[in-house]
C-alpha cells in the first residue's frame, strides 16, 4: 500500500542582494509543489531578521552580500535556529568559501549556473537532512582537503589566506579593526569582513578567542606563519 499522504512543504527565505536575481528565484520556488518563498532578503542584516521572523525550514542564501559574507549569515542564523538548515547559492566555485561555508553549518553549496530542476531537488535533498556540493566545486574541495593531509598543517590554519594569517595575528595582540585597517591599508569593513571570515573558518565565537589560537599554535609549532 502506497503512502498517498502529501509531502510536507518547505518554507524558504530566498537571500541574494541582485532584486532581478531574486526575483527569479522567488517566482521559480513559490511555483513548484512542497514549497512556499516565506521571505526574501537582500543584504546579511535583512537575512538575519527575516529568517528570526519567518523561521524557515531552508535558507537559500547568496555569498556574497553587499554588508558581508553569506557565510557570516549562514553561522548566524544556524546558531540561532539550528533547525533551520542554508544552501548557498553563488556564481563562485571557491573552494576557500565552500570551506568556510562548511564550517558556518551550511548544508549545500551551489552554483547559480544549476539547472531548475536540480535545484529544486538538491532542496528536497536538503529538507529531508541531506547535504550535498555542486560537482564543480567538490574537486576543489578534495583537492583542498588533499593539500591539508599532505601538508602537515591543521585544517583550521590551512584555511586561512596569507592575509587571513596576517590580521589573526593583528587580532590576537587585541587590536581593534580600525586599528588593522589603518596598519594594512584596507576599509575598515573590509577588515570586518576578514575577520569574520577568519573567526568562521577557525570555528570560534569571539575574536577574543583568537589570542589562545594563536598562543596554541605557537606553543605547539604549528604553521611556519605561527
Do not use: W
Given at each position: 500500500m502506497t503512502d498517498s499522504s502529501p509531502r510536507p512543504v518547505l518554507r524558504l527565505l530566498v537571500v541574494d542582494d541582485h532584486e532581478v536575481v531574486r526575483q527569479g528565484l522567488v517566482a521559480l520556488?513559490?511555483?513548484?509543489?512542497?514549497?512556499?518563498?516565506?521571505?526574501e532578503a537582500g543584504t546579511v542584516a535583512e537575512a538575519i531578521e527575516a529568517a528570526r521572523r519567518s523561521q524557515p525550514d531552508i535558507v537559500v542564501m547568496d555569498v556574497r552580500l553587499p554588508d558581508g559574507s553569506g557565510v557570516e549569515a549562514c553561522r548566524e542564523i544556524r546558531s540561532e535556529m539550528p533547525a533551520t538548515r542554508v544552501v548557498m547559492l553563488t556564481s563562485y566555485p571557491d573552494e576557500?568559501?565552500?570551506?568556510?561555508?562548511i564550517i558556518a553549518g551550511a548544508?549545500?553549496?551551489?552554483?547559480?549556473?544549476i539547472r531548475a530542476r536540480d535545484l529544486t531537488a538538491a532542496l528536497e535533498t536538503v529538507g529531508r537532512g541531506g547535504s550535498l556540493l555542486d560537482p564543480a566545486v567538490t574537486e576543489k574541495v578534495l583537492e583542498r582537503v588533499r593539500r591539508i593531509a599532505?601538508?602537515?598543517?591543521?585544517?583550521?590554519?590551512?584555511?586561512?589566506?596569507?592575509?587571513?594569517?596576517?590580521?589573526?595575528?593583528?587580532?590576537?595582540?587585541?587590536?581593534?579593526?580600525?586599528?588593522?585597517?589603518?596598519?594594512?591599508?584596507?576599509?575598515?569593513?573590509?577588515?570586518?569582513?576578514?575577520?569574520?571570515?577568519?573567526?568562521?573558518?577557525?570555528?570560534?565565537?569571539?575574536?577574543?578567542?583568537?589570542?589562545?589560537?594563536?598562543?596554541k599554535h605557537r606553543l605547539d609549532g604549528g604553521s611556519g606563519s605561527f
Amino acid at each position: 500500500m502506497t503512502d498517498s499522504s502529501p509531502r510536507p512543504v518547505l518554507r524558504l527565505l530566498v537571500v541574494d542582494d541582485h532584486e532581478v536575481v531574486r526575483q527569479g528565484l522567488v517566482a521559480l520556488l513559490d511555483r513548484r509543489d512542497g514549497f512556499q518563498v516565506v521571505a526574501e532578503a537582500g543584504t546579511v542584516a535583512e537575512a538575519i531578521e527575516a529568517a528570526r521572523r519567518s523561521q524557515p525550514d531552508i535558507v537559500v542564501m547568496d555569498v556574497r552580500l553587499p554588508d558581508g559574507s553569506g557565510v557570516e549569515a549562514c553561522r548566524e542564523i544556524r546558531s540561532e535556529m539550528p533547525a533551520t538548515r542554508v544552501v548557498m547559492l553563488t556564481s563562485y566555485p571557491d573552494e576557500e568559501a565552500v570551506l568556510s561555508a562548511i564550517i558556518a553549518g551550511a548544508s549545500g553549496y551551489l552554483l547559480k549556473q544549476i539547472r531548475a530542476r536540480d535545484l529544486t531537488a538538491a532542496l528536497e535533498t536538503v529538507g529531508r537532512g541531506g547535504s550535498l556540493l555542486d560537482p564543480a566545486v567538490t574537486e576543489k574541495v578534495l583537492e583542498r582537503v588533499r593539500r591539508i593531509a599532505t601538508g602537515g598543517l591543521s585544517d583550521e590554519l590551512a584555511a586561512l589566506t596569507a592575509q587571513e594569517q596576517r590580521i589573526l595575528l593583528l587580532v590576537a595582540e587585541g587590536k581593534t579593526n580600525k586599528e588593522i585597517a589603518a596598519e594594512i591599508y584596507l576599509s575598515d569593513k573590509t577588515v570586518k569582513n576578514y575577520v569574520s571570515s577568519i573567526l568562521s573558518k577557525l570555528n570560534l565565537e569571539r575574536r577574543a578567542q583568537a589570542a589562545a589560537f594563536v598562543a596554541k599554535h605557537r606553543l605547539d609549532g604549528g604553521s611556519g606563519s605561527f
